[in-house]
């Protein structure tokens, strides 16, 4: 299944033993463009304090009753390390994170998650933290999460113009990987949505805002038109991938 993070934003998130706050945001890496991370808002409950929650901790989500049910204590979240969310998280401050929960580190092993392809509850040993580089070749300190709320409204680029914003992520609710990027394309057609994978993105200049994608304008204009309030379903996807005769990923 996939849903838009802009049905996650807000949504309350509730620990075992009561409500800890509402989600305000996301963290992906750039690099696997995954969501690492749940940016939840405690509000009165720790005095508007912000906290990291893993996908690791979520039990699942009841979109019925709008909640997200995690597999922590509230007395956890309160003890959890403090972050700053209003500047970047480092390599520390997540070894720090992973560390107090006991989570196996997501940048230990080839999968999306380490040795897995899905978030999974730690087992076994974990690995000690050390300043050598990581598998990317980066220091320990170098950031390489992003907020979903920043880069929403970003420009993209077409290998020959420009075309419209991205307006929201589907994420998928297994591995909690982006799959797509949603884009508003009404720079140049009125009201129309379509998405694009990740992997298509050649690169990203974070500081002039702009998504390049390896697909052209017209190609992007004639794509199968995205519409939020329609189930984006597996046949969705495989008209998608046929439409730009293109291989499609793997569950």
């Not at 699942?60 to 979240?77: F, R």
């Not at 720090?96 to 040993?125: E, R």
């Not at 929201?168 to 394309?185: E, G, K």
């Amino acid at each position: 299944m996939l849903y838009g993070f802009e049905k996650l934003n807000g949504l309350p998130v509730e620990a075992t033993d009561g409500e800890v706050g509402k989600v305000k945001d996301i963290y992906f890496d750039d690099h696997r463009w995954t969501t690492r991370y749940l940016v939840v808002d405690t509000g009165r409950w720790l005095g508007g304090r912000r906290v990291l929650i893993s996908p690791i901790a979520v039990k699942s989500i009841d979109w019925e009753k709008s909640v997200a049910q995690v597999e922590l204590t509230q007395q956890q979240v309160r003890a959890s390390p403090n972050i700053d969310t209003d500047k970047p998280v480092s390599r520390q401050h997540e070894r720090d994170f992973f560390n107090y929960y006991g989570y196996p580190y997501y940048w230990s092993g080839p999968g999306l998650w380490g040795t897995a392809s899905y978030p999974v509850s730690p087992i076994g040993y974990l690995p000690p933290v050390t300043n050598s580089p990581d598998e990317h070749g980066e220091a320990p300190t170098d950031p390489h999460l992003r907020s979903a709320k920043e880069v929403k409204g970003y420009r993209l680029r077409t290998t020959d113009d420009s075309l419209g914003h991205v307006e929201d992520f589907l994420l998928d609710s297994v591995s909690w990987a982006i799959r797509y990027l949603v884009v508003d394309t009404r720079n140049w057609l009125p009201g129309k949505h379509v998405v694009i994978p990740p992997q298509w993105i050649k690169d990203v200049n974070w500081s002039e805002r702009v998504v390049n994608v390896d697909v052209t304008r017209d190609t992007m204009q004639g794509a199968p038109e995205y519409h939020s309030s329609t189930e984006f379903s597996r046949a969705h996807e495989t008209n998608l991938y046929r439409y730009y005769h293109r291989e499609g990923y793997r569950q």
